[in-house]
């Protein structure tokens, strides 16, 4: 059932009486300082999933990495690119996810320094420079807290910010019986990924 005209009715009989609660609208600007840092996220998940197909090739092959060596670092790195798995057509596949994740590399840091660059003429550049202050928090968590939640302002409490990420846990009481459970996870995805790395941090 179509509730446009009802909904447009009750917005203008409640915008007198000052019920409604204003929301931020970004800027064009703003916009586009967002798009480019959810590209780099979507880029450096896209790395993720390659890793983790190429860790699965490599169990399949029964192919493991040297003692004490750690995934991901640079002798690790190094020590892929030397495998020549056999036969020939798995020398192929592997040497293709190999130029896959070397361009996603080059790709995620072309994306960091168009964000840096970005973020010098950013109006709220201090704001990020500010968040770098915390622990845990490095420029890339303060770029995607600024391009998601702005100066923060529209929040007037912190209990806003954490019911806007998500965070806050869920809740099914009735009367004098309270039953919470985990987090809701129904807010910005963005936010709530970088405060938990941060947290890790």
């Known amino acids: 059932m179509k509730t446009d005209r009802r909904d447009s009715r009750k917005l203008a009989e409640d915008n007198p009486t ?3 609660t ?10 586009a300082f967002r798009d480019l840092v959810r590209a780099r996220e979507t880029t450096v998940e896209d790395r993720r999933r390659l890793r983790l197909r190429i860790k699965s090739a490599l169990l399949r ?14 002798r690790y790195r190094q020590w892929i690119h030397t495998l020549k798995p056999t036969p020939a057509p798995r020398q192929a596949v592997w040497d293709e996810v190999l130029a896959q994740l070397d361009e996603l590399d080059t790709r995620i840091t072309r994306w960091d320094q168009a964000i840096q660059t970005a973020m010098i003429t950013h109006p709220l550049q201090p704001l990020m420079v500010a968040l770098q202050a915390l622990r845990g928090v490095d420029w ?21 910010l954490m019911a806007f990420t998500g965070l806050v846990p869920m809740e099914a009481s009735s009367g004098k019986t309270q039953s919470r459970g985990h987090i809701t996870k129904t807010g910005n995805v963005h936010v709530r990924r970088v405060l938990v790395e941060s947290a890790h941090s």
């Open 18 to 20: 000052g019920s409604l």
């Open 22 to 31: 204003p929301v931020h609208l970004p800027s064009e600007e703003e916009e």
């Open 61 to 74: 092959w029964d192919i493991h990495r040297p003692d004490k060596m750690l995934a991901w670092r640079p």
């Open 140 to 160: 890339v968590t303060a770029a995607t807290l600024v391009a998601e939640c702005g100066d923060f302002s529209q929040f007037s409490h912190p209990r806003q």
